[in-house]
């Protein structure tokens, strides 16, 4: 067992190293396959797909209509495919005009020349079936064997007091993740295999994957924090490189460059919170750091609390620094799915639920945790209501669903956090990667204006991504009702009556949007160009299949986890975990109206014609009326959505849908203070390098060649100066040290 | 008696004159197409002087009337010394052939320099410690001035030579002040000569002439003007000689000086200390910035490690705590290693890139390497990476504890301007590997040197970058005993 627990993460990082040193070789891809090389001849090839809308109709017919095209099609089985792909990613401007030479060349290649071939994707997607299967057998041994593992590997560092082993800890919690990542780590990379194809930086991507899976299960499985912390960087760093993929699009390596800066701000909280951590309690391991918290006073438990927090709401894009995960869509959509979704932005909800013996400490922790995930649930709701790029919503839809892990965690309602963790990594994994085949489908189009009646094309992925939905809404029996409605139960019986309130809100806004999208997608009347509706086609099997598979748990997780409800089976699988935090404050925080009256045991049981029942009741009620009015909003009377704008009183209503659309303009302020603000200093410390320092540097050699002139024979030009300079310095050392010595 | 006793303990001192001699003497008598075996020899005569340090490891004797000792500490400088030689033997060979800089100088002086950093390993008295000082950068000038045909090589050398000199005379000045104060010029018997609480203006010299000499030698802000001009102008595996060489040396001239004779008076020299280290790290960086040649980042980078290094001394001197003052030379010692291997490595890439004799290092020459050498990109990827300070790389671990060194000495603030200056160095080094990868390579790429002694150096310092940064335990057990002779 121990071996297995070591060759999980291994696996992925021999794939990574494969795929860097064979993959270039593997793969091949003309780098100037095709003579009509019309992408790079375009000016507007790299016009910005945002607004380029206007001139929609326009550009198509230039991009669209490649010379020879039936003829090309005619010549290669994979040509139909293929030219999709072109447009889907390459030719409206997607991928910047000279990368998109792979793309769709199949349909490009010059009569004569080598046809391209993909066979880097081959050993590292083997490799990380093999760690799923390992994955799942060790899942399966915790879970039902109720074991929990330690493996130490060696001691990595070890130099006076501090020693950090590289060791890894497999509880249920790490299991849960395990089985997330893992599972959804494998589909993902299965379905790159068909969304990738075609495009050059093929063996780059797959290396980038595999390097991220290492990282990321370094992170779940790593025993100490500074393993954590190792492959929270990690992560942090193969996000960046997978975000700006297409790195030669201005708005994707900006995207990437956000995402790494918006990250450093809770990074750099998190890594002093180790710091704290270590100085206080002279170790990093989870278990021993754990056991000696509770000697620290309660300040300082709560500075290194909320200094880990602050790593947390960085990478899991909470509100202040959310703004990184919508722009971190301009990536390939499998890396949305995978790590802008499904894994990598869990990993702050996994450092609080793993650090939970160090929030109960600090109630004032704990409050904040809450507040942040109430606030940035309803405020990342209220953003997606709007959106009209189809990521974009569920972008926003992921920080929202993570902010309510947050609010359950926050609340001391551990398990409803993990629980939901679970089920919206596999919901919002199937949605993201639903929406991809969406994107390659509609010929590239992101914007949900442009799409309509794409189930009569797309079955599957309108199926699929049906079930997602209703996941997502929290439709009875789908899994995110049942981890929903346990966040929300929690709330409520903890007696947290106005975050409740929030919460049931923050649902009923979900249910819309979310169905807001599956009927602005795939009902209605197509609204796009026509020249694109002909060429719609389902997509590849090998990107449809994870989507099947993934919606199997969609469907089951919530029924085999979550019944009965707030006492489901994984309640009991994670009770080690989070048993000392429920035993110690049984949840109650002060502020709630139950403080000081509830105790452990005495806590609510479910009862389904009872209150329980009610609060479910609830929940789908609520969730019901959301799709409902999406269903009648934009299926029956579409225009009532702009009407009901209009309506609200006073004239709020385009002020409010503005502020929504333009994401209440936290970006634009964040871009006046900081961006622009940091542009303005460097700008100031150029000036003051420019003119003072060189000023003072060159009047210094002024100086001595002035001085100097009648006495100088020999001329050495600048080594004068240094010279100078040094003497100089001697002379400041001198005086400093003369007067601050004494 | 006393005396074969002294021989024997200054072993790997006379191997490695005796090796010099025999490189003198082959040079003579081989052919120019045999020249090429003097590297071998070398290399094979570096590690017989290896063989010999693990003789007088743990021997922690003093020799020669306490003009010279063999303690732990020097016996780590040295076997440092011995590694850097060999891989800087291992790389140059190929780029100076090309160019036909003569082989047997190169490998003669060079060994002189690892000479002269033995015996500055050594010192225990100030004279020994500026002989040593003397013999270690008297051939660095020659090394950067030897390629005699090229004009920036010339410029490099003489610059690098009159600053030098000019230093190398401060030092000495500062050195006789505080022998008029002491009366002596033996490192302990100054250490314990009660200076302490005895602030006079004459010691007050003594303090800032040795202080600004020896952070000369270390290149620190502001006496770094010689680097860049002298780093640009050297034969690039020579830069990368110089850039850890002569920074090792002086290293351990700054232990002997400051950690040991000048011990009792920290808490005076750190202020200034203190000021130096924060301006080395941050105008290196800054500068670093906006350079797009790399061998001219580089060169800048490697100023604001020399500050990296400086905060493990500073917080040597800010603690009262044995043990964290310890802690702090280990934190040195460690990151001169591991510095020293992945940055003469990646000077020997840039240097693998100018085959064509007319490439300066650009940016621009590593374009696309991802695609035409995915080994040697690999490669220079691990070494940006760890010269970055990311896991699992040495560099990760050298910063990582000269952090942990800092804070436990209550230099908290420090370590924050580290990790903020880390983080803006990223941003250069980072931008290599995005060339390597990401960009499509020119029209006419630059050649790529493929001579075996460099790919094996290649491969052997990233196995020593990625085997330090997985496996720091047992070098850092060597570090800690090493650190212990001087406490």
Request: overall charge negative; glycine content about 10%.
């Amino acid at each position: 067992m121990d071996l297995l627990i070591a060759l999980i993460p291994a696996l992925p990082l021999v794939g990574f190293l494969f795929a860097v040193l064979v993959g270039a070789r593997l793969d091949r891809v003309p780098l100037h396959g095709h003579g009509d090389d019309h992408h790079a001849d375009e000016p507007h090839a790299d016009a910005d797909h945002g607004d380029g809308h206007d001139a929609h109709d326009v550009d198509d017919s230039a991009f669209r209509s490649v010379p020879s095209e039936e003829e090309q099609r005619a010549t290669s089985p994979h040509a139909g495919h293929a030219d999709d792909l072109a447009n889907a990613e390459g030719a409206d401007g997607v991928i910047p005009a000279d990368m998109s030479d792979g793309l769709g060349q199949a349909g490009h290649v010059a009569p004569g020349a080598e046809r391209p071939r993909y066979r880097s994707w081959i050993v590292p997607t083997a490799l990380v079936g093999l760690m799923w299967a390992f994955s799942m057998v060790v899942f399966a041994n915790v879970i039902f064997g109720h074991n929990e593992y330690e493996v130490t590997i060696y001691e990595w560092i070890a130099s006076g007091d501090f020693r950090i082993e590289i060791s890894f800890l497999v509880d249920a919690l790490t299991a849960m993740l395990l089985l997330v990542v893992s599972t959804v780590g494998f589909l993902v990379h299965i379905y790159s295999i068909g969304y990738m194809d075609g495009d050059r930086g093929f063996w780059r991507f797959f290396a980038y994957l595999n390097l991220f899976m290492f990282s990321m299960l370094l992170l779940i499985l790593g025993d100490n924090f500074l393993m954590l912390y190792v492959g929270w960087e990690a992560v942090g760093f193969c996000s960046y490189a997978l975000i700006g993929f297409w790195y030669k699009k201005p708005s994707a390596a900006g995207a990437a460059k956000k995402a790494f800066i918006v990250n450093r701000v809770g990074d750099l909280g998190f890594g002093l919170g180790i710091m704290m951590i270590w100085v206080n309690l002279g170790t990093l391991q989870f278990g021993e750091v754990f056991e000696r918290i509770g000697t620290l006073d309660e300040g300082t438990i709560t500075i290194i609390a909320l200094l880990l927090f602050a790593g947390a709401v960085g990478k899991s894009a909470q509100f202040p620094l959310h703004v990184w995960l919508p722009d971190a869509m301009e990536g390939p959509t499998p890396v949305s799915a995978l790590i802008h979704a499904a894994t990598m932005v869990n990993a702050g909800v996994y450092l609080v639920a793993r650090a939970n013996p160090i929030f109960i400490e600090s109630p004032a922790a704990m409050w904040t945790v809450a507040i942040i995930g109430v606030f940035t649930a309803i405020f990342a709701a209220a953003i997606a209501l709007t959106q009209n790029d189809i990521k974009k919503v569920l972008a926003y839809s992921t920080v929202s669903q993570l902010a309510y892990m947050f609010f359950a965690l926050g609340i001391g309602a551990w398990v409803a956090a993990i629980f939901h963790l679970v089920s919206h990594g596999f919901f919002k994994g199937l949605l993201f990667m639903g929406s991809g085949s969406v994107i390659h489908g509609a010929g590239g189009e992101q914007d949900m204006r442009y799409m309509g009646n794409l189930r009569a094309k797309m079955r599957w992925t309108y199926v699929t991504m049906v079930i997602g939905s209703l996941a997502l809404a929290g439709i009875p029996i789908f899994s995110g009702f049942f981890s929903k409605d346990e966040i929300l139960a929690e709330a409520f019986n903890r007696g947290y009556l106005l975050f409740y309130a929030v919460g049931t809100v923050v649902a009923f806004m979900t249910a819309f949007y979310t169905f807001r999208m599956i009927f602005m997608t795939f009902w209605g009347e197509w609204r796009g160009p026509k020249a694109v509706w002909d060429h719609i086609h389902e997509s590849a099997p090998t990107m449809v299949a994870p989507l099947a598979i993934l919606a199997v748990p969609t469907v089951l997780a919530g029924l085999v986890l979550g019944i009965p409800p707030e006492e489901g089976v994984i309640h009991t699988w994670l009770e080690d975990v989070f048993h000392e935090a429920e035993e110690a404050h049984a949840g109650v925080l002060p502020g709630s109206y139950l403080d000081g009256y509830i105790q452990k045991g005495e806590a609510h049981h479910f009862e389904i014609f009872g209150l329980g029942g009610l609060l479910l009741l609830v929940g789908a009620a609520v969730a019901t009326a959301g799709v409902l009015l999406a269903y009648r909003w934009y299926v029956q009377r579409p225009g009532s959505a702009e009407r009901f704008v209009d309506r609200i009183p006073l004239g709020f209503g385009p002020g409010m849908y503005e502020a929504s659309v333009n994401k209440y303009y936290v970006d634009d302020i964040y871009q006046l203070v900081w961006a622009r603000g940091g542009v303005l200093l460097s700008n100031a410390l150029w000036w003051f390098d420019a003119k003072v320092i060189d000023g003072t540097v060159n009047g210094a050699g002024w100086l001595a060649s002035t001085v100097g002139a009648g006495l100088r024979k020999v001329q050495t030009g600048r080594v004068e100066n240094y010279g100078l300079g040094i003497a100089a310095g001697l002379v400041l050392v001198l005086l400093v040290l003369a007067t601050v010595v004494r | 008696m006393n005396y074969i006793n002294d021989l024997v303990t200054i072993l790997p001192e006379i191997l490695l004159a005796v090796l010099i001699l025999v490189i003198i003497t082959v040079d003579l008598f081989i052919s120019r197409a045999n020249k090429w075996l003097l590297t071998p020899l070398t290399v094979g005569g570096l590690i017989v002087v290896a063989a010999a340090l693990v003789v007088v490891w743990d021997t922690n004797e003093s020799v020669y009337a306490g003009m010279y000792v063999v303690d732990d500490l020097s016996v780590f400088f040295k076997a440092a010394t011995i590694v850097i030689g060999i891989i800087s033997v291992l790389f140059a060979p190929a780029y100076l052939v090309v160019r036909r800089i003569p082989l047997g100088e190169f490998h003669m002086i060079l060994l002189s320099a690892l000479l002269g950093m033995f015996v500055l390993a050594s010192s225990s008295d100030l004279i020994t410690l500026f002989l040593g000082l003397e013999l270690m950068t008297m051939p660095s000038y020659l090394l950067t001035g030897l390629h005699k045909t090229d004009r920036y090589s010339n410029e490099g050398g003489l610059k690098y030579f009159l600053l030098g000199s000019f230093a190398s005379a401060i030092v000495l000045f500062g050195i006789s002040w505080l022998y008029g104060l002491t009366g002596t010029t033996n490192i302990s018997e100054i250490a314990a000569s009660g200076l302490e609480g005895r602030m006079s203006g004459a010691l007050l010299v003594a303090l800032g002439f040795l202080i600004v000499g020896s952070t000369f030698k270390i290149a620190a802000v502001p006496f770094h003007y010689w680097t860049p001009d002298a780093y640009q102008g050297a034969p690039t595996p020579i830069t990368g000689f110089l850039s850890v060489g002569p920074k090792l040396g002086a290293f351990a001239l700054l232990v002997r000086v400051f950690a040991e004779a000048l011990a009792p008076l920290r808490a005076d020299w750190l202020g200034i200390f203190l000021v130096l280290t924060v301006l080395t790290m941050t105008i290196g960086n800054v500068v670093a910035l906006t350079q797009v040649n790399v061998k001219r980042m580089l060169a800048y980078s490697s100023i604001a490690h020399t500050g990296y290094i400086m905060v493990g001394l500073a917080a040597f001197a800010n603690t009262d705590d044995q043990a964290v003052a310890a802690q702090g030379i280990e934190s040195v010692l460690f990151y001169v290693l591991g510095y020293a291997i992945m940055n003469i490595a990646a000077f020997a890439v840039v240097g693998m890139l100018q085959r064509d004799t007319r490439r300066f290092g650009g940016l621009n020459s590593f374009a696309g390497l991802g695609s035409r050498s995915p080994a040697r990109a690999a490669a220079m990827g691990v070494l940006m990476l760890s010269l970055t300070g990311i896991p699992p790389t040495v560099g990760f671990f050298a910063k990582l504890y000269v952090l942990l060194a800092a804070v436990d000495a209550g230099l908290a603030w420090l370590a924050v301007i580290l990790v903020l200056n880390a983080a803006m160095a990223a941003f250069y080094y980072l931008r290599v590997v995005v060339y390597m990868y990401m960009r499509d390579p020119e029209d006419e790429p630059a050649p790529i040197d493929t001579s075996p002694f460099g790919t094996v150096a290649l491969a052997l310092s990233v196995a020593g970058v990625v085997i330090l940064g997985l496996f720091p335990g047992a070098v850092l057990s060597l570090i800690e005993v090493s650190a212990a002779s001087l406490f």
